[in-house]
């Protein structure tokens, strides 16, 4: 390897390390970004913005971060027990999900108003159903006999790029509720600007990951 392909390797590396490490920072800087205007507690719809910010925004970003090779916390475990973790906090993040839905559901049926009128509301109901589907589907690569009859490389490959779509699914449920009276309410000017960047930095870096490790696995086969 030339120094010039090891400067250029080194690069990458940091760049990646950067991004993802960023990444960590702005999904936990949001959902307390979040938590403050909602204050969870305070009233019913209130655990309906907290619970889906930290659902799509928190644990889904954190379990995709666990297999990347530059800036995940869990780096040195291995491939099984990373999947594991990953599964975990899917679970964790269907969970806040269905809450967060049932409160929203529950808060509109309290006040007697129509339920998934808006685009926001109709692509959050979505992104739960998926994301929920999306955990099941990936129980085979945890618990091997379950995937008879089936390539667990394809599974793999499936379940990446499933997830992928999921993700972006969960950013735009995000990105759509920034645009709610609720949130434009409370929030304007910089600080909506920022609200839109967090959301938006994540998806771009999971993407990044997830297409690159697809494309070097695709470049190692051929």
Same mark, same amino acid.
């Given at each position: 390897?030339?120094?010039?392909?090891?400067?250029?390797?080194?690069?990458? @590396?940091?760049?990646?390390?950067?991004?993802?490490?960023?990444?960590?920072?702005?999904?936990?800087?949001?959902?307390? #970004?979040?938590?403050?205007?909602?204050?969870?507690?305070?009233?019913?719809?209130?655990?309906?913005?907290?619970?889906?910010?930290?659902?799509?925004?928190?644990?889904?970003?954190?379990? $995709?971060?666990? #297999?990347?090779?530059?800036?995940?916390?869990?780096?040195?475990?291995?491939?099984?027990?990373?999947?594991?973790?990953?599964?975990?906090?899917?679970?964790?993040?269907?969970?806040?999900?269905?809450?967060?839905?049932?409160?929203?559901?529950?808060?509109?049926?309290?006040?007697?108003?129509?339920?998934?009128?808006?685009?926001?509301?109709?692509?959050?109901?979505?992104?739960?159903? $998926?994301?929920?589907?999306?955990?099941?589907?990936?129980?085979?690569?945890?618990?091997?006999?379950?995937?008879?009859?089936?390539?667990?490389?394809?599974?793999?490959?499936?379940?990446? $790029?499933?997830?992928?779509?999921?993700?972006?699914? @969960?950013?735009?449920?995000?990105?759509?509720?920034?645009?709610?009276?609720?949130?434009?309410?409370?929030?304007?000017?910089?600080?909506?600007? #920022?609200?839109? #960047?967090?959301?938006?930095?994540?998806?771009?870096?999971?993407?990044?990951?997830?297409?690159?490790?697809?494309?070097?696995?695709?470049?190692?086969?051929?």
């Amino acid at each position: 390897m030339t120094q010039t392909a090891q400067s250029e390797h080194w690069i990458y @590396g940091f760049t990646r390390f950067l991004f993802g490490s960023l990444t960590h920072v702005i999904s936990a800087v949001f959902t307390l #970004f979040i938590a403050v205007l909602a204050r969870p507690g305070s009233s019913l719809f209130s655990w309906h913005p907290f619970l889906m910010t930290l659902a799509f925004s928190f644990l889904m970003t954190e379990a $995709v971060l666990l #297999f990347s090779p530059h800036s995940s916390p869990v780096r040195k475990l291995p491939h099984k027990t990373k999947g594991r973790l990953h599964w975990m906090l899917q679970c964790m993040c269907v969970t806040c999900a269905g809450l967060g839905l049932g409160a929203i559901c529950y808060n509109k049926y309290l006040n007697d108003k129509p339920h998934f009128t808006s685009w926001h509301g109709l692509v959050g109901l979505i992104t739960v159903i $998926v994301v929920g589907v999306q955990s099941l589907a990936g129980l085979p690569l945890i618990y091997i006999k379950l995937a008879k009859g089936w390539s667990l490389a394809k599974l793999k490959r499936y379940h990446a $790029v499933t997830g992928l779509l999921t993700y972006l699914l @969960g950013s735009g449920s995000l990105l759509l509720g920034l645009w709610s009276a609720w949130f434009t309410g409370l929030v304007n000017g910089l600080a909506w600007y #920022f609200a839109v #960047f967090c959301p938006s930095l994540s998806a771009l870096v999971i993407m990044s990951q997830v297409t690159s490790a697809y494309l070097a696995r695709k470049q190692m086969k051929s």
